[in-house]
């Protein structure tokens, strides 16, 4: 980025304002961390320092973050510089072009932004290219007799836009370079051409194959799947990762099933772009799948933002690979959401009688077929309706995996099997945090296999303390914050409540003989007042002072942590309040005091003793210090 022709904030206010509003600090921040409702708050893993139990903390009404374990804080830019170690023009450049904001002068504009909007229209005019070809082309009759042959109706075709990559081995390259204005170097970098292997030129990556496009979750086209038709090569091919695609980052469909998640509050993950179609194609509509990736944390990132209860179901095929995917997209899930509560354990009535902040985080539940299809094979011939039936019959994680394990070791019978049974679910539930669920669990299986329900018991307890150990972590010790400076903090932070008995006029009154010893804090005071002259008693002070200093994240930091320091002051009725701001100008006023005296004591010792206007100098100083220390101790008697 060319950072000499960077423009200066000023000009560019409104649209930094613009995009501000806009911005929804919740959503910004589940992009990369899941995040729990707790109170007023969203809380959940910091991503920039390591922790177990959440301390990062989302105010969706102030629009900032502040982590309580390492500090750090700020607003949606803020975030997005840090998390994705952008600058602040960077930033603002990509999101002024996401929301179509204008800004002024081109320094704003970045070679690697540009690289990918140039992608996203290379990547658009490729699925128009096979798209037309799909049902133009007489190379693409296999084509369109293979997905007819699946069921896939012209609407779905043209939903997904699928199309077809001929044979030919370098069709889609030339005509791009023909009609747009490229260059090789762009179309590789896309994923769309190689170079040839043998002699000079460019090749088409995908020939022969139905073509499936890929779309982030804004719609954009990022990426490609293609099936092969012939048999050379591999069944699947993928983009490359390029500028705009990241597989472990996106989601097949989650563009076309957003609203269905929603809608329904549930995600169905399944393996193959044609099982996904096929659900699709059947209604049914909040389906999604990874990218020939294993699942991982960015994808239930994805996924969480659109379903409030994380409801979250694997309909993997059941075959050994696609029981070890649901397993370790079951350990993914279970790592995103850790420290942030529990995943649901338990069906039925004890699950209903905890309270309301015990509700679990999230809900994993697997969707068995018991025929050994895969879900498009499956939904294809026994219909949507018997599919819905086994979703509505899904087990939840602990239930599956117990099934599971009590299911492959066929008929138990002798002690020595039956004690190694035991042996093996001990794990499983002893990620049971609940004791009324585990205990249950103890004695339903107790009965099942019938054995002891105490030794079990006692067995899980020993597993329990074991891993316990193992778990604890050192205890966070918070930074000291020297009391003066805490007063001033806590001084600034009462223009942040939002209440009708406290006007900012009569905060500015309160206010009026504080001295502001910290430059910040004084510099924030100031614009403050700027702003309640400017826009009067109703103004919304953190918005507009968020703007005001949108581009320095260290003051940034600093209101943040005043807005966070609220919570024990907004019931504080007007008598409290007067008797909060009193004690916290005495600790300013008393900070000021002695540091005054320091001074004059150290300039009376260095003054010279023989001079005897010196001298007279230094009685005066001690009767001042003396008068200063007797005030202040009198008006704190008083209290
Ligand atoms: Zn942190």
Redesign the pocket.
Known sequence: MNSSSQPSNSSNIDAISEIKSRLDIVEVVSEHLVLKKSGRNHWGL?P??K?KTP??SVSQDKGIFK?F????GGDSISFLMKVNNHSFFEVITELAQKFGIPLHSGGYSTEKQELKQQIYLLNESAVDFFHNNFYESKDAKNARDYLLKRGITEQIINEFELGFAPKQSDALTNYLIDNFQTNYDVLEKAGLSLKRTSGPGYTDRFKNRIIIPIRDEKGNYIAFGARLLGDNGPKYLNSPDTPVFNKSRNLFALYQAKDSIKESDSAIFMEGYFDVITAHASGLKNVVATLGTAMSESHLRLISKFTYSKKIFLAFDMDAAGINATDRGAEVIKSAFSGLGEVKQFDGSIADTFADNNKPVCEIRVVNIPTGKDPDEFIRTEGLDAYNNLINNAPLLIDYQINRIIDSKGEIKSPQQKSKMVKTLIPVLCEVKNTIVRNEYIKILSERLEVDEESFNIEVKKNLQRSQIKDRTPVQIGKSIKRHLLAQKNLLSLYFIKSDNLSCLAINNFLKEVNFTDSDYLFIKKEIENIIQELGNNADISQELLIKIVSNEDLKKKVVDIMFSLDDKINMNEKQLRQYVDENILCINQYVALEEQKKLKSDYRSADDDDLSSLQLQYKVRELVQARLEKINGKKNEE
């Not at 374990?69 to 750090?72: A, L, P, Q, Y």
């Open positions: 910091c920039f320092h922790e301390s990062f982590c374990g390492c500090g750090e």
